[in-house]
């Protein structure tokens, strides 16, 4: 499968290769070096720990510069009365009585902990396209889903952070 990307979405993961490639992999084999020298490597954990960290590094550039390759790009073009990418969307579940928002954001970028629901998932299919007022189904599986009320649609902010590892 490959992933829904953006642009944006593009831009960062180079980004953060670039990053990784002229700073965090100068660190870590600076870090290796020091720990090297320390003697025994067999009994060495500050070696083993540097080279963990230089190997997760190189692991996740490898993984970025793969997600560039093998993704598709879609646009974050939507109606500006419509629920689409980088939407904040504020929705009403009937079941429970409670609201809450969201930012549609693609596969990549997704952090439900954070607010940011991919578009793939459930309720980012279901309210995707959609405008303030409608009624939507949410189908969580063939035999299970449930309702939401759009409430709200506006424009988020967006930082440059969603999606992408702290450095």
């Not at 809450?100 to 995707?128: C, D, F, M, Q």
């Not at 759009?150 to 992408?164: P, Q, V």
Request: aromatic residues 8%; without cysteine.
């Amino acid at each position: 499968m490959h992933d829904k990307v953006t642009k944006k979405d593009i831009e960062r993961m180079r980004q953060e290769i670039e990053y990784r490639k002229l700073v965090v992999r100068k660190e870590a084999l600076e870090a290796v070096k020091e720990a090297r020298s320390h003697g025994d490597l067999s009994e060495n954990f500050e070696y083993h720990a540097a080279k963990k960290d230089k190997n997760a590094n190189e692991s996740r550039i490898r993984y970025l510069e793969r997600m560039i390759k093998t993704a598709v790009l879609v646009s974050d073009d939507s109606k500006s009365d419509e629920a689409g990418l980088n939407n904040r969307v504020t929705v009403y579940f009937e079941d429970e009585d409670e609201e809450e928002t969201y930012t549609l954001v693609t596969t990549v970028r997704g952090n439900s902990i954070n607010g940011w629901i991919s578009t793939e998932s459930p309720l980012g299919k279901a309210v995707l396209g959609h405008k303030e007022g409608e009624r939507v189904y949410v189908k969580v599986s063939d035999t299970a889903g449930y309702y939401v009320e759009i409430r709200k649609i506006e424009n988020a902010e967006d930082d440059g952070s969603i999606g992408l590892r702290k450095f």
